[in-house]
């Protein structure tokens, strides 16, 4: 089994989408994975459902995941855009996130357990590897997980 078949039975992903590349970087303690849906294949419109074609692909995006035992592991996409017949030019959905975040769902699940668990916020950015402000760490500021997730958590006290 390749590296990249390995990572995308971790990261379960359906059958369509692909892992391209895998680097580790042991200086930055920093497992990055590329994903990608793959030239010619057909998707669906994330308004509608009908199938589309691939229009474009959006500027290359990351998302922080859930880390591999100390290394910091992110996913990166050029988000593909289908063109529907109905909807025009639409943003195809990612399975591994909300659209807008810049976190997996794992990854927001699992803060929001931390969130719960911690008694400061400083607490929290220490056990998920992010600053609890708006300073920025690898070009990314971290506020906590998105808003829409971030009230179903008690919260640090």
């Known amino acids: 089994m390749t590296v990249e078949a390995h990572y995308a039975r971790?990261?379960?992903?359906?059958?369509?989408?692909?892992?391209?590349?895998?680097?580790?970087?042991?200086l930055e303690q920093?497992?990055?994975?590329?994903?990608?849906?793959?030239?010619?294949?057909?998707?669906?419109?994330?308004?509608?459902?009908?199938?589309?074609?691939?229009?474009?692909r959006l500027e290359e995006r990351r998302w922080r995941h859930l880390s591999v035992m100390q290394y910091r592991m992110e996913l990166r996409c050029a988000t593909p855009r289908c063109r529907c017949e109905?909807?025009?030019?639409?943003?195809?959905?990612?399975?591994?996130?909300?659209?807008?975040?810049r976190f997996t769902l794992h990854f927001e699940a699992f803060a929001v357990a931390v969130i719960g668990a911690c008694r400061s916020w400083t607490q929290v950015a220490g056990l998920l590897g992010q600053h609890a402000t708006?300073?920025?760490?690898?070009?990314?500021?971290?506020?906590?997980?998105?808003?829409?997730?971030?009230?179903?958590?008690?919260g640090p006290r």
């Open 86 to 101: 109905k909807h025009g030019v639409k943003t195809v959905r990612v399975p591994w996130a909300e659209p807008g975040s």
């Open 10 to 26: 971790l990261l379960q992903l359906p059958p369509t989408w692909e892992v391209t590349k895998v680097e580790e970087s042991l």
């Open 134 to 154: 708006h300073h920025q760490r690898g070009g990314e500021a971290w506020t906590g997980p998105s808003h829409d997730r971030r009230h179903h958590a008690r």
């Open 30 to 56: 920093r497992v990055t994975v590329w994903l990608r849906w793959p030239d010619g294949v057909r998707t669906r419109c994330p308004e509608c459902g009908e199938e589309a074609l691939i229009y474009d």
